[in-house]
Every structure is written in C-alpha cells, then in structure tokens.
C-alpha cells in the first residue's frame, strides 16, 4: 500500500498545478452534453468524468458563459436570474422555479401531470467560496409504469419519499452545496447532492440516479490528475428493521482520474459501504479508520475478511477525433480468481462493464451531439451479505438504475441551434426478474449468498423481460441562468415478459425549469 500512495504522490508532483475552481454546476446530461465540443477535443485536458463541473474552470469558462448567456431575446427575464445581486467582493441570486407539465396516456387511457414549485438560491463569496440551495414540492399523476415503481420501491425515481394521496403522488426534494477552495490545488466541498463517475450516460461506478444524500468531499487537482475523496451517509428504508425506523449506512469514495496524455485518460474507483447499525442492533456508527484518503486501501482489507462492502472500478477514455471519444468502465464487485476465469457461471461473478462512443458535432453540424453505450451487468451484482450493505442508497442503485442482471444499449441525439434544443433517446435492453420466491440476481437487498443457482448463471436470467424506449423532444430555452423552457415531448415504451405486457405511449407539454436530472427511462423493479 505504502507503494500505491508513493505513485499517486509522484503522479502529482510531475503534473504540474493548475488552478482549481470552486463555482458549482449541477450536474445534468442534457446541459453537460452541450459542453462536447470543449470536454472532448483532443486540444484540452479536461477532467471529464468526475461530474458536476466546476463552472469557472478555464478550460470551460468561454463556453459556459456562452450557453448562459444566449442571444435572441432582451429583457431581463430571458437572461438574468429573478434577484441578482453583484458586489465588489460577493454576488447572490435566487429565482422560482415553476416545473409544470400535462401529458396523455394513451396506453393507460388517463390524463397524468407533474406539477413543482421550487426555489434555488445561492452565490459566492471573493474567488474562492460558492454555495448554491435548490428545493421542490411535487405533486404528480404518474403513468401506469412509473406508478408500478413507486409502488414498489416507495421513492419517486432518484428523488424521495413518495406518499400517496389519492391517484397523486407528493414528495419533498433539496439539494444543497456549498463549496471551498483554500488553496490553488484543492477543493472542499459538502452538501447534500448527488456525484457522477464516468464519461457515459450511465455510470456503473457512481451515478446521479439515487436520491440526494450527505456529503463530505475533498477534490485535489494537481495538472493532469484529479484526485476525488468522498464521505457520505445513506438512508436504508428497504432493509430489514432493527429499530422500527429506516437503517442508515456509511460510504467512502475514491476516485483518481489520469490524463495520460490529450487523448487517452484512465481512471480508478474505489468504494466501500458499512452500516450505522448491524441486524442485531448493534451500533457501529461512522468508522474513522475509513479517513484513510488511500485509494484501494480498504477495499483489499475488505477482500481479506473485513466485513464491509468493498467495490473497485476503472474507468477508461481515448479521443479519437475531434468528434469521436470512445470511453468504458468496468466495475468488479467481488473476486474469486477460481470462479472468474471459469465458464461455469458461478453466482459468484460480480462484474459490470460499459464501452461507448460519444462526440460534438456529427456530420459537421455545429451542436449536434451524440452518445452510443452497451451496459452490462451480471446477476448479483451490487448485492451483498446483509441488505443493509447493498450498494443502494435509499433504495434505489447508486450505479445504474436497473440494478444488476441485465444488458442495455442506448444511444442519445442531441441538437442546439439558438434557443431550440432537439434531443431524442432509444433504448433497448433485457433483464431477469425473480421468480418463485427464488433470487435470479436482479434485487440488492436479496442476499447474494443465497442464488436460485451457485452455476450455471447468465445475463438475463429468471423472469427474461425485454425493454424498449423511445423519446423525442423539443424545447425553446426562456432563460439559460435556470433552464426555464417550454418542452414538448413524446416517449413511447414497452416491457414484456411472459407474464406482463406493459405498454405506455404518451405526449406531454410544460413549462419546465432547475437543472436537475429526472430519469424515466427505468425498469420493472418486481413482477407485477
């Protein structure tokens, strides 16, 4: 270990410094795509895939001001936030966000809404300290597949606690971060929000689709690497009981991202999770053996009988062209050399992979961008001994939102021109439900010790279902500083297997605003 903390001290004293940032950019797909251009030129060395951004970053700065401050429009509620206060030494702004939609089911035969009031504020302080707030009050008629979820699982998707009122669905959902830049090299940040790891759409590693939860975060960049340290605390509301109250749990993170040179960049990832309370009640609380900032340090004591939950990962990017980043990852959950270089099909291989192609203007048009990915999981994946260990945060994945045992492949379009935005999403995949009382690999909180089979495992397996997504839309961006637009879209999907046949096809129209990130593109969570 001394050796592995040796390297990645080397690795900073030869990269040289560069100035870290401090002013926070929400993370969401369909903005940070619009920065393509930029990310994914062979003539920058941008830290791509540990998100959000900083939005002061140099390597950024002219193109993000360029996307928040769009021409065609004067006046200013098309430009400006609601308050916008400049001073010498500190701003401050606050705006309302009205996220309202009305939509069709025609599959279902109902008429659904999405209806949001929010509020965001936040500002800096001199060059080195920023801070941003964001709250929301929902209220929705959801479709029948998106209803089917909430029933299951109990949490609007990757936001809260969803209570039901009615045929209507309300929950509370807050963000909050606020950040510190102390010195040129190093970032403080803490709050409680969401981290993404890769340069996919998905992630397998770290995603942004649980709910929002706690965080510490330590961000050294030093040149060409960036070294990321994150603790964070986790509402458990599925797990097995031990104080008729939800179990919480603990993570730590560490992610180190190397740019090799202007093309290639590699990455590693590490995780571990432990709960506050084991089955017996017994309190651990949060352990300070895990302040230990060494990336694979605690994931190898793990492996030697710790009895924690222990992830590692790579991540991998290399820009072909201009217009072409062919980038992958792979997660690996648990190793036994025995069963991972055999053919058996031992429940015992806990693996995920992804590999995809992305890129900035296709065809030579100016804001056309694009995205291709396959994601892969097998079945147990994710799952551990005790629920309360899953790799979940408030029941829901932290990696991608189908779980484990399952195959997709996605691709996006995305087009820019003025205020217009064109994005349109297919998505094809299968996965394996349980069936028979009997654990095929697609539920965390089942433990991975008890299979329907120890061999014989394969992608897919159980209840096979077959998953198919369509989306379009179209919105007319008002104002940039909070995504206020008006969006029309369309999806149309379908979920089969041979015992449900679910089918929405649906159009929807709104006003809508924030930068959060809303995913509706998710599976069956059970049988049903």
């Known amino acids: 270990m001394k050796r592995i903390f040796t390297n990645i001290i080397l690795l900073f004293l030869i990269s040289g410094v560069t100035k870290a940032q401090s002013v926070y950019q929400p993370y969401n797909y369909q903005f940070?795509?619009?920065?393509?251009?930029?990310?994914?030129?062979?003539?920058?060395?941008?830290?791509?895939?540990?998100?959000?951004?900083?939005?002061?970053?140099?390597?950024?700065k002219v193109h993000y001001d360029s996307l928040m401050n769009l021409n065609g429009l004067k006046g200013r509620f098309f430009n400006e936030h609601q308050i916008d206060v400049k001073s010498s030494n500190a701003t401050f702004y606050a705006d309302l966000l009205p996220d309202f939609n009305v939509s069709r089911d025609f599959s279902g035969k109902k008429n659904t809404n999405f209806g949001t009031l929010g509020i965001q504020l936040g500002g800096t302080f001199g060059k080195n300290f920023s801070y941003n707030v964001a709250g929301y009050e929902n209220r929705a008629v959801l479709p029948n597949y998106l209803q089917t979820y909430v029933n299951q699982v109990g949490?609007?998707?990757?936001?809260?606690?969803?209570?039901?009122?009615?045929?209507?669905?309300?929950w509370s959902y807050i963000t909050a971060n606020v950040s510190y830049t102390p010195i040129k090299f190093l970032n403080i940040s803490a709050g409680r929000d969401k981290t993404f790891v890769g340069d996919g759409y998905r992630s397998l590693l770290l995603s942004d689709?649980?709910?929002?939860y706690p965080f510490f975060k330590l961000t050294a960049t030093?040149?060409?690497?960036?070294?990321?340290?994150?603790?964070?605390?986790?509402?458990?509301?599925?797990?097995?009981?031990?104080?008729?109250?939800?179990r919480k749990k603990f993570g730590v993170f560490h992610y180190l991202d190397w740019n090799v040179s202007n093309r290639l960049s590699l990455g590693f990832f590490d995780a571990v999770i432990w709960a506050a309370k084991d089955d017996q009640g017994h309190k651990r609380g949060f352990d300070f053996t895990y302040i230990n900032p060494v990336i694979f340090l605690r994931p190898v004591e793990a492996s030697n009988g710790s009895p924690d939950n222990a992830l590692i990962g790579f991540t991998a990017k290399y820009k072909l062209t201009d217009g072409i980043t062919a980038y992958g990852q792979f997660a690996l959950d648990e190793f036994e050399s025995s069963s991972f270089f055999s053919s058996k099909g031992s429940s015992r291989n806990k693996y995920g992979f992804q590999l995809g192609i992305r890129g900035a203007n296709l065809f030579n048009v100016k804001g056309l961008n694009y995205l291709v990915e396959t994601n892969?999981?097998?079945?147990?994946?994710?799952?551990?001994?005790?629920?309360?260990?899953?790799?979940?945060?408030?029941?829901?994945?932290?990696?991608?939102?189908?779980?484990?045992?399952?195959?997709?492949?996605?691709?996006?379009?995305?087009?820019?021109?003025?205020?217009?935005?064109?994005?349109?999403?297919?998505?094809?995949?299968?996965?394996?439900?349980?069936?028979?009382?009997?654990?095929?690999?697609?539920?965390?909180?089942?433990?991975?010790?008890?299979?329907?089979?120890?061999?014989?495992?394969?992608?897919?397996?159980?209840?096979?279902?077959?998953?198919?997504?369509?989306?379009?839309?179209?919105?007319y961006l008002i104002n940039p500083k909070y995504n206020l637009r008006f969006e029309l879209g369309g999806l149309v999907r379908r979920d089969k297997n041979n015992q449900f046949n679910d089918k929405t096809s649906m159009l929807t129209f709104g006003i809508r605003s924030s930068f959060r990130s809303i995913y509706n593109d998710l599976v069956s969570y059970k049988t049903h």
């Open 376 to 475: 892969n999981v097998k079945p147990y994946t994710y799952s551990e001994r005790a629920s309360v260990l899953n790799y979940a945060e408030n029941g829901e994945p932290l990696g991608h939102p189908w779980g484990a045992n399952f195959r997709e492949a996605v691709g996006l379009l995305n087009y820019s021109y003025k205020r217009f935005d064109f994005t349109g999403e297919l998505d094809y995949g299968y996965y394996g439900l349980n069936i028979n009382n009997l654990n095929y690999g697609k539920d965390l909180y089942l433990a991975y010790q008890d299979p329907a089979r120890q061999n014989g495992n394969y992608t897919g397996q159980g209840l096979t279902t077959n998953m198919v997504y369509l989306e379009g839309k179209v919105a």
């Open 209 to 212: 689709y649980a709910s929002p």
């Open 32 to 60: 940070y795509q619009k920065l393509n251009e930029d990310v994914y030129s062979t003539k920058t060395r941008v830290h791509s895939s540990l998100r959000p951004f900083m939005a002061d970053d140099s390597l950024l």
């Open 155 to 170: 949490i609007a998707p990757g936001q809260a606690y969803a209570g039901i009122y009615g045929n209507e669905y309300r």
């Open 222 to 246: 030093l040149g060409n690497v960036r070294y990321m340290a994150m603790w964070a605390y986790f509402d458990d509301p599925l797990s097995v009981k031990v104080d008729n109250g939800d």
